[in-house]
């Protein structure tokens, strides 16, 4: 009986600490100061650690520091165009809930599975389709190139994104929201979790083969997702996954190659030399592209 009953406190316990979790997350849009926390937390740890233990040595025009400050250049104008999005993003959650709209509502999800089901939608969406849309259409394509003519891929390029391309994935993630039904809740977490997918994939850093490997059955790992950055297609159009590796799997876009082979940038767009160029990366994709 005495056992009965602190094992009843226990489980007392742990529901209170997942409803305290839930409550923060579902006012953390509210808090910009905490979501900058969690991006700028994220780059410092992993800038860290490909410092520590880097996959090849880059070489940067003139050094680290200059390379990220054109790449922040971007963060800082995609970090602006959320604050809007976030506007209609809680707006769409809302209109959700109040009509009952999405996957989590017709399927009566328990807050677990209406994180799980918000999780798949929402890097489905926001992550995969998205991106393959990008490569896919060239007048989308000329404005996400941006992204790949980093000829040194590090920690700082996965927040490297022209401005258009941030509306654009803000367009994918509103489909994603109004599909799932995503509490706002739901999305916090999802998002939290993708900003540091997107510090992790991106990040210059050598970790065991074995362990890569196994990580990319399930997530995108950092080999993974570098085969994606090499200059020549096929490679380039393929591993398109944000957080989750099995939309490549399941879809037919996952590729393999080893991290030796790989070379980035795409000079055929922009000279190798002016990846750092960040004037000419903002207006480039509205003048003539091969």
Known sequence: MQRDFYLYIHVLKIAAMFNSIIQHFAHLEQRPLERMAFLVGGLLIFWIIEGAIPLVQLSYKKNKLKHASVNFGFTVIHLIIHTFLAIVIIKLSDWCKAHQFGLVYWTHANVLLTIVITFLVMDFFGGWLVHFTEHKLKFLWRFHVVHH??????????LRHHPIESVLRGLFFFMGIVASGAPMYAVMIFQTILVIAVAFTHAN????????????YVLVSPNMHKVHHHWKQPYTDSNYGAVLSIWDRLLGTFMQLDH?????????????????????????????ME
């Not at 003519?149 to 996965?158: H, L, Y």
């Open 205 to 216: 850093i050598n970790l065991p083969k074995w362990l890569d490997n196994v990580l990319s």
């Open 260 to 288: 030796k082979e790989i070379r980035y940038g795409l000079d055929r767009y922009y000279d190798n030399e002016k990846d750092e160029d960040f004037m000419l990366l903002m207006k480039k994709p509205f003048g003539k």
């Open 149 to 158: 003519a980093d000829n040194n891929v590090d920690v700082t390029t996965g």
